[in-house]
């Protein structure tokens, strides 16, 4: 995600500031011969532990409210951060979430943002719900900008599905925290006319399909 995003994410969400991604070598090949750029590359790198956050925070507000909501989408995420592994492993760029338990990441600005993700999400049922909203929002604007930015077949077809499951999951949070609280959400990232196409769509193949739970 771009870093005025996530700069935006955390004064909104927690208070603090985000940096810059780690850097890498120009020279990624996958076995089929195709060459990736640097940004290609550290875009990689970057939602593999992206998509491990967004896991993360659900898995820890699951344990928190118990609300199979969180539990399901955490599964959801779990299969993207396999489909970056699988991307990452192809191309042989090292896998920063080797080793990682539950909350736990190489780079320490998204450390910093689980932290405080996580700190916004155990205050109320409420919170936890719209820090799920928050996450996908910048998701799907994270992953519009990478989709942009690559030519690779491969790893556009990932980030698409990835961008479907995130819009399904936006409508999950945002449907379950109406009808919990009877609060309806209002976008904080996305701009209205973006937002209201997404939640008045469909669910669509892609990521974790949302049901009444």
Do not use: C
């Amino acid at each position: 995600m771009k870093n005025i995003l996530i700069v935006g994410l955390l004064i909104a969400v927690v208070g603090t500031a985000f940096a810059s991604v780690i850097p890498v070598s120009a020279k990624a090949v996958s076995v089929t011969g195709a060459y990736l750029s640097a940004n290609e590359q550290d875009d990689l790198i970057f939602m593999r532990e992206e998509e491990k956050v967004a896991h993360d925070v659900y898995v820890t507000l699951y344990a928190t409210w118990g609300l199979p909501a969180f539990q399901n989408i955490a599964n959801s995420e779990a299969t993207h951060t396999a489909a970056i592994k699988r991307l990452l492993e192809q191309y042989g760029i090292a896998d920063p979430a080797t080793g990682k338990g539950i909350g736990e990441f190489t780079n320490p600005d998204l450390q910093k943002l689980y932290d405080k993700l996580v700190a916004q999400g155990v205050k109320s049922l409420a919170d936890a719900l719209k820090v799920g909203a928050v996450i996908e929002q910048i998701d799907i604007i994270d992953l519009q900008t990478r989709i942009a930015r690559t030519m690779n077949a491969d790893i556009k077809l990932v980030y698409n599905n990835l961008l479907r499951g995130s819009e399904n999951h936006l409508r999950a949070f945002t449907s379950t925290l109406q009808r919990q609280t009877g609060e309806t959400y209002a976008p904080q990232y996305l701009d209205e006319t973006s937002y209201s196409l997404i939640i008045g769509t469909s669910n669509q193949r892609g990521g974790w399909r949302w049901g009444n739970r």
